[in-house]
């Protein structure tokens, strides 16, 4: 006995430094950039570990919301992850809700159309043809409607709505209430945990997306934050320059840290209000069905 507890004890504390040690290098590189968006010039040029900023300054962030482009994007970025968002819950839990019912005529064959859509797709030059003759090249419903769902969302969704209990809707059924009432009213309230899942992912993916913006937008006013962000990343001579003019108290990689602190705010304060529906939803969502 005092043996096996001795070996318990051992792979606790073993297993308290491996994860400790994990967290600190999962957690070290934002704390970093969250260090250098407040550090001076002097700090940010020091080679070495930073975990305080020393001498806290805000220049970097005022520079950046000096800068037009920031509030465009943030404009487009905002714009599309609402939208968005709310169009791929409703067209999600529609198309959802309509597969977990049994008397769905062809059931299994449309079912069997939107497994297809996990493995194959029409591949990005055809999709952009697509997309110019509807018209919708250069604008930003061409960002928003490609992700209105997913073959992947609606799978689990349809399976967290089959596993409620029948007799819910078959107590509105008698209490006579109408299909859609039954729909919105009695499920949809029922599916929030589910709900929040799809919304979490829809909404970190519309406002971390960057490519689709750079093939189906020409930039200017329809450019997005995480295609500002990217530019300034890589540009180094071009928007970093024009930054730096505006405060000398600055540097390229200050500027940067702001910049990626300013883009990834608004999903860290909405993501906790989310979090405690996130593992039940997909759990029940992925198994049952």
């Given at each position: 006995m005092v043996n096996r507890n001795r070996r318990w004890h051992t792979f606790d504390i073993v297993n308290v430094v491996f994860l400790t040690a994990a967290a600190f290098v999962f957690f070290y590189p934002f704390w970093?950039?969250?260090?250098?968006?407040?550090?001076?010039?002097?700090?940010?040029t020091k080679v070495g570990i930073r975990l305080f900023p020393g001498a806290m300054t805000l220049d970097a962030y005022k520079v950046v919301f000096k800068t037009e482009s920031i509030y465009v994007g943030y404009a487009n970025t905002l714009i599309r992850t609402i939208v968005g968002t709310c169009l791929t819950v409703v067209v999600t839990y529609c198309a959802a809700y309509a597969l977990s019912r049994e008397t769905l005529p062809y059931k299994r064959s449309i079912t069997f159309l939107i497994v297809v859509t996990m493995f194959f797709s029409g591949g990005l030059i055809p999709t952009f043809l697509v997309m110019k003759s509807y018209g919708l090249v250069g604008t930003l419903m061409a960002l928003i409607?490609?992700?209105?769902?997913?073959a992947w969302n609606i799978l689990i969704t349809r399976n967290y709505v089959a596993s409620i209990n029948k007799e819910l809707e078959e107590a509105a059924l008698v209490d006579g209430a109408h299909p859609l009432k039954i729909a919105f009213l009695v499920m949809f309230p029922i599916?929030?945990?589910?709900?929040?899942?799809?919304?979490?992912w829809s909404s970190v993916g519309h406002w971390n997306a960057w490519f689709d913006a750079l093939i189906y937008t020409n930039g200017g006013k329809n450019i997005v934050l995480q295609l500002v962000l990217r530019r300034l990343l890589i540009d180094t001579q071009a928007e970093t320059s024009i930054m730096q003019s505006t405060l000398a108290a600055t540097t390229g990689d200050t500027i940067k840290a702001a910049t990626i602190?300013?883009?990834i705010l608004p999903i860290i304060c909405v993501y906790p209000f989310l979090q405690r529906h996130f593992t039940k939803g997909i759990m029940v969502g992925a198994v049952k069905g």
């Open positions: 970093q950039t969250v260090v250098l968006s407040f550090s001076t010039p002097d700090v940010a409607l490609p992700m209105t769902t997913s599916s929030m945990p589910i709900i929040a899942v799809i919304t979490i602190i300013v883009a």
